[in-house]
T-cell receptor
């Protein structure tokens, strides 16, 4: 029980499909993140939401579209992906001290969604 | 080159042996986080270090952040098969982000043979 739940665990999609990844955190945190983990590469930060507001978009292509309806839920909408987008997509959450505060608890990660684009 | 270098990339040890994994940065680290990952799963938080010279232990795992805050080491004593996995270091490279913009190393794959 990690406190951060991601669905689905595995997803295979064609390049013309539209799908969504879902993340839910049960830890009462106020910040949520999407990371991408590709083989032989370090984790890459994609998006950050603090208090439901997107505070970072790390030069991610527009075919990835995040949505954060509330502080417990985070989605990643996918459309017209490329085969090189195949990776493990990890969601994480943390407790942020808010604006003007430098405090942030360690990230808690979900088990990820293994995405394969064919 | 990577901002955060981990060494070794992989490590195979016999059960009961001690081992050390290193994480090195060319910049000052404002926070250093160690995680463990089983293949294809999420990252499990192990320890966080923020002060130069700081050392923390949990069961048989000890992590240190050097005085200059540019290198950290993770030491496992008397390794067991349950220690096997990928160990990743994540670092705050900016003073103001405090854990919310981590840069990760590529990870160290640890295998412990019974």
């Amino acid at each position: 029980e990690t406190g951060v739940t991601q669905t689905p665990r595995h997803l295979v999609m064609g390049m013309t499909n539209k799908k969504s990844l879902k993340c839910e955190q049960h830890l009462g945190h106020n910040a949520m993140y999407w990371y991408k983990q590709s083989a032989k590469k370090p984790l890459e930060l994609m998006f950050v939401y603090n208090f439901k507001e997107q505070t970072e978009n790390n030069s991610v292509p527009s075919r990835f579209s995040p949505e954060c309806p509330n502080s417990s839920h985070l989605f990643l909408h996918l459309h017209t992906l490329q085969p090189e987008d195949s990776a493990l997509y990890l969601c994480a959450s943390s407790q942020s001290g808010g604006r003007g505060s430098s405090y942030n608890s360690p990230l808690h990660f979900g088990n990820g969604t293994r995405l394969t684009v064919t | 080159s990577q901002e955060l270098e981990q060494s070794p990339q992989s490590l195979i040890v016999q059960e009961g042996k001690n081992l050390t994994i290193n994480c090195t940065s060319s910049k000052t680290l404002y926070g250093l986080y160690w995680y463990k990952q089983k293949y294809g799963e999420g990252l499990i938080f192990l320890m966080m270090l923020q002060k130069g010279g700081e050392e923390k232990s949990h069961e048989k795992i000890t992590a240190k952040l050097d005085e200059k805050k540019q290198q950290s080491s993770l030491h496992i004593t008397a390794s067991q098969p349950s220690h096997a996995g990928i160990y990743l270091c994540g670092a705050d490279m900016l003073r103001e982000t405090s854990g919310s913009r981590l840069t990760f190393g590529e990870g160290t794959q640890l295998t412990v043979n019974p």
